[in-house]
């Protein structure tokens, strides 16, 4: 099972990747997972609360803080607050921190904004049960500690950020929680950070009477480093949404002056793995779709030119409607024909019963001069503005024609493209004098060399464009390289028949909708279509993640206890505690399950555990955690 929860908050991923893909996937499934959540409240907040996170590598946790709070209390996204404080050129700067229509935002604060900060988590308007404390969250990451002086500098901040919220101690419980980056590169500095929170049991003061520090620590009680802090912002999550309670003896465990650290567990659906096995597995089925093979198009000349917009008469479709709409309202009409000179003038002759080539005659090429001078008077207003719709439009007509396949092959004939459109046929002369105009204006433009590369222009710029999309199709593909790929061989199976049984219904449809893409953004616009088609189509995705782990490891009819492989995860000898210390913990302070009530779940850890725990109903079915909370001595502290 995964550890920690990728959220659905839009993440910048530079380019289009596998990894880009897979976090669509997780995003869009927490999103629908969240929304058919929506109505399954659990425990809510008992006391207006703020979080303030200290420093810029504190702030960087905020989102993974506050989307798992709203994961539990969706109703309070507008009403618990979020302060991020820097220090800049010796100034400490505010900014309120607020998830918006899936973006971050920060907006810089002065004092009267705190004031009114506070007074909005007060206000009638907000929904906490008691508005007699405010429990006040630091959250201080080590991170950016160059020594234990700037810890120190830290603290100063925390306690110049409490001051300003203008609250009485008495009606304010605070907690700092510290992220103790004891990395390689940092462990003199860790220890130094020790040495100074550990004056905490003598100087109370000095941390502006704290009610806690909870200590988190990257190295676990068995020296494994952390390669982030996810599951650490997870650990805050938890301890918020326990210490903001109305059970007097959590509050008193939680909050009692001591200096606390976590022992902790979480299982939840897989979602990263299942994204990363139904991404992989639709580029799998996929991946030869722009291979240029079995086109041959100029198999079917006939068929060929038609595609290309060249009429059975050898003229461009294009230039066709220019000719019609600007210059065939020049030529004359019959009337207008018969006032052409003549060799003789007296003579009567039907003019609409002879051809072209008489008429010219007939009019000592008076007639073939004429069109002439149309012809060379409507070239000379052929503007560069004119020249560059044509080939706009002709782009996008190839744009529709040709699937990417077919344009690239283009361009590898573009000699044999070029001579299709100088093949016009020579315009027939018997018939009349009009039709043949038509027919000659229209063949003067679509044989003119000039013209005919402005098409051949807009080829190659499509061919050019393909080639772009066929090279980044290719690193898309080439991305799977940095995937470690999933060793759980129940997870993959499964969701790869998955995806299969999906491509059966729609393979067809979708091959044609991919072999019509043009660009690598339109690409990944239906990936993402079908990614979050296949979510909507199966239940699977949206069951709780018990419902999820059953369906998956019992598809074989084995009948395992799933409500047993959870509780031995979450309860056993193999859970982490986020601190290394050098003597043994004492009793837990608190020992709780955070998971949603009312499940098989709930009942198998309630029908199955006899020591002493605290069930937190979360209303959330797609997480369980375990929590346990220890004293940390001064004794495991001081190096």
């Known amino acids: 099972m995964q550890g920690i929860m990728v959220l659905y908050l839009e993440v910048y991923m530079p380019g289009f990747t596998v990894r880009s893909l897979i976090q669509h996937f997780v995003n869009r499934l927490a999103e629908m997972n969240h929304n058919a959540e929506i109505n399954n409240l659990g425990k809510t907040p008992q006391f207006p609360a703020i979080i303030i996170f200290i420093g810029e590598e504190s702030i960087k946790g905020f989102t993974q803080v506050a989307t798992s709070l709203f ?6 996204r507008d009403e618990l607050k979020f302060v991020g404080v820097t220090a800049k050129e010796g100034v400490n700067e505010y900014n309120e921190l607020k998830i918006e229509d899936n973006e971050i935002s920060k907006t810089v604060i002065k004092e009267d904004d705190i004031i009114r900060i506070m007074n909005n988590l007060f206000s009638e308007n907000t929904h906490f049960q008691n508005k007699n404390k405010l429990i006040v969250y630091f959250v201080l990451s080590t991170e950016d500690c160059d020594s234990g002086r700037d810890f120190l500098d830290y603290i100063d901040i925390m306690n110049e950020a409490k001051r300003m919220l203008r609250v ?12 103790l980056d004891e990395s390689i590169t940092k462990k003199v500095i860790a220890r130094q950070i020790r040495n100074e929170i550990a004056k905490y049991y003598d100087d109370r003061n000095m941390y502006n009477s704290c009610n ?9 009680n068995n020296n494994t480093l952390l390669s982030n802090w996810g599951i650490c912002y997870k650990i ?3 301890i918020i949404e326990l210490s903001n309670n109305s059970d007097a003896n959590i509050t008193t465990a939680l909050f009692s002056r001591r200096i606390l650290t976590a022992k902790y567990a979480r299982e939840e659906k897989p979602s990263a793995s299942i994204g990363e096995v139904v991404v992989t597995k639709l580029l799998e089925e996929f991946a030869g779709i722009y291979i240029v093979n079995n086109v041959n198009l100029m198999d079917d000349e006939v068929q060929l030119l038609k595609r290309l917009g060249i009429t059975k008469d050898g003229t461009i479709n294009i230039l066709d409607d220019f000719v019609k709409k600007s210059i065939f309202p020049e030529l004359p009409d019959i009337h207008k024909l018969t006032l052409f000179p003549r060799k003789n003038m007296d003579t009567d002759i039907d003019i609409s019963g002879i051809s072209s080539q008489e008429f010219n005659d007939l009019t000592m090429d008076a007639w073939d001069s004429f069109l002439a001078k149309i012809v060379m008077d409507s070239k000379k207003k052929i503007n560069a503005e004119q020249k560059q719709r044509w080939s706009a439009e002709y782009s996008q007509y190839l744009h529709d024609e040709f699937t990417i396949n077919e344009l690239i092959y283009l361009g590898d004939h573009i000699e044999n493209i070029r001579q299709l459109f100088r093949n016009n046929n020579v315009v027939v002369q018997n018939t009349d004098a009009l039709t043949f105009a038509k027919a000659k204006l229209r063949h003067e433009f679509s044989s003119n060399d000039e013209l005919i590369e402005i098409f051949i222009s807009s080829i190659n710029e499509e061919v050019s464009k393909a080639k772009v999309l066929l090279d980044e199709w290719n690193g898309l593909l080439q991305s799977k390289q940095n995937l470690f790929g999933i060793d759980d061989n129940n997870l993959r199976e499964f969701y790869e028949s998955k995806v299969i049984n999906y491509l059966d219904y729609n393979r067809t449809k979708l091959v044609i909708e991919f072999r019509n893409q043009k660009d690598i953004d339109s690409v990944e616009k239906l990936f993402e279509k079908i990614l979050s088609d296949i979510i909507s189509r199966d239940g699977i995705y949206l069951d709780t993640f018990e419902k999820e782990l059953n369906s998956r490891i019992n598809r074989d009819g084995l009948g395992e206890d799933v409500g047993q492989y959870i509780r031995e995860k979450l309860t056993g000898n193999n859970v982490d505690t986020y601190l290394k210390v050098n003597f043994a913990f004492g009793s837990p302070v608190l020992f709780a399950i955070m998971l949603k009530f009312g499940t098989s779940l709930y009942n198998s850890f309630r029908n199955n555990l006899e020591q002493e725990i605290y069930y937190y109903n979360t209303g959330y079915g797609n997480a369980a955690e375990s929590i346990e909370i220890y004293e940390v001595v001064k004794e495991n502290l001081i190096n």
Do not use: C, G, H
Request: charged share 20%; no cysteine.
């Open 71 to 76: 994961e539990v209390w969706p109703p309070y």
């Open 168 to 179: 009485e101690e008495t009606d304010m419980t605070t907690a700092l929680v510290v992220l």
């Open 212 to 220: 806690s520090i909870f200590l988190i620590s990257n190295r676990k």
């Open 236 to 238: 805050i999550s938890s």
